[in-house]
């Protein structure tokens, strides 16, 4: 079973600059979560889709950030402008309806370094 | 959110058991506890996760206090390939996201 893939694996932009981030979740999985990570810190959510539904955003800084999954597959998140502290690596991940122990399967990331 | 406490970090020798202790005093009955781990350069995988009972599976062991207030991780003969992030979670209830603390760094020594 292919995993969660994820691109690009790193990005180096300046500060005021925009960049998306694409995420392809494991084949049927209709959850699909962002998180942003911190140097030194855990994982923080950004945003939960639900198919192509958003399901909870309240951590998203929605002034700057903006993600969609149009197709209720793939999915984008995009950053504009970028600010210094939004340097941090981006982690999609996938979970699917059924399950028992409500596993979240996460990608490699993408390191974004901002300038 | 109920919160865990866990140790900033933690050494072991390879091929040792390791324990790996979590605090969640403030768990409710209806939070499980999941383990999550990090490898370097890596995104989070799932280790394992109980609600009450003690849980074991390919990659470690879960023992849960009666209380249910605090909870180890065994990994029993730990690998190099072991050294990473372990994060606690308590997940459920009232609370289905997975909220990760700093978790502990686990350094596996040869």
């Known amino acids: 079973e292919a995993g969660v893939a994820q691109s690009p694996r790193y990005k180096i932009i300046e500060k005021r600059q925009s960049v998306a981030f694409w995420c392809n979740p494991i084949s049927g999985h209709a959850t699909l979560y962002w998180y942003q990570q911190i140097l030194g810190q855990g994982p923080k959510l950004l945003i939960q889709?639900?198919?192509?539904?958003?399901?909870?955003d309240s951590q998203l800084p929605k002034d700057r950030f903006s993600a969609e999954r149009l197709k209720g597959v793939d999915s984008t998140l995009k950053i504009q402008p970028a600010k210094l502290e939004d340097s941090a690596v981006y982690l999609c991940?996938?979970?699917?309806?059924?399950?028992?122990?409500?596993?979240?399967?996460f990608g490699p990331g993408t390191r974004l370094t901002v300038l | 959110d109920a919160k865990t406490t866990q140790p900033n970090s933690m050494e072991s020798n390879e091929e040792e058991p390791v324990h790996l202790p979590c605090n969640h005093s403030?768990?409710?009955?209806?939070?499980?506890i999941h383990w999550y781990r990090q490898l370097p350069s890596q995104g989070p995988e799932y280790v394992i996760h109980?609600?009450?009972s003690n849980v074991n599976n390919r990659m470690a062991s879960l023992a849960i206090a009666e209380d249910r207030k605090s909870s180890t991780l065994i990994l029993h003969r730990a690998t190099l390939r072991d050294a990473a992030v372990y994060y606690c979670i308590l997940f459920g209830g009232s609370n289905y996201k997975l909220t990760f603390g700093k978790g502990t760094l686990l350094t596996v020594n040869p």
């Open positions: 109980g609600l009450t």
């Open positions: 991940a996938s979970k699917g309806s059924s399950g028992r122990n409500n596993e979240q399967f």
């Open positions: 403030t768990i409710s009955g209806t939070d499980y």
């Open positions: 889709f639900q198919n192509n539904g958003v399901v909870d």
